[in-house]
């Protein structure tokens, strides 16, 4: 009985994480068709790189999550992406997290950005997308 009980955990447990990827690729396409610029500066905020590779220690708050990063738009302003938080202790934010909440935020926006959309531990983390004046 035991064994049927495991077996149907992680049946249940792949076919959720099998969704959750698949909606998170879809809300990338949807994303990258509208604003491919906006695709862009997600990847390289939550790719945070060290010599080439993705370091996936990205926590907020901090100084890098604040800042966030910039991407030149095609028209009209950059594209700055960053995740505001009060979290304390900092809270670790992985990468498929990050980028899934972003791709999302993104998919639902009308004009490609969308200023705020609350996760972490007591909604401590305010993932931004927004477009700078030029």
């Known amino acids: ?22 909606t998170d690729f879809e809300n990338a396409v949807k994303c ?3 604003f491919p610029r906006v695709n862009q500066a ?3 905020f939550c790719g945070k ?7 996936n220690d990205l926590v907020v708050p901090s100084k890098y999550a604040e800042n966030g990063v910039v991407a030149v738009g095609l ?17 670790w934010v992985p990468y498929n997290w990050c980028m899934a909440q972003f ?5 639902v926006s009308d004009i490609g950005y969308n200023n705020y959309n609350l996760h972490g531990k007591d909604n401590c ?7 700078l004046k030029p």
């Open 49 to 55: 790189n060290k010599d080439g590779k993705i370091t």
């Open 75 to 91: 028209t009209g302003g950059d594209i700055w992406v960053n995740i505001k938080g009060t979290c304390l202790p900092a809270q």
């Open 42 to 44: 997600i990847e390289k």
């Open 103 to 107: 791709h999302a935020l993104c998919a």
């Open 1 to 22: 009985m035991k064994i049927f009980t495991v077996s149907t955990v992680l049946a249940l447990l792949t076919i959720a994480v099998l969704a959750s990827a698949q």
């Open 32 to 34: 990258g068709k509208r």
């Open 125 to 131: 983390q305010s993932f931004r997308i927004a477009i």
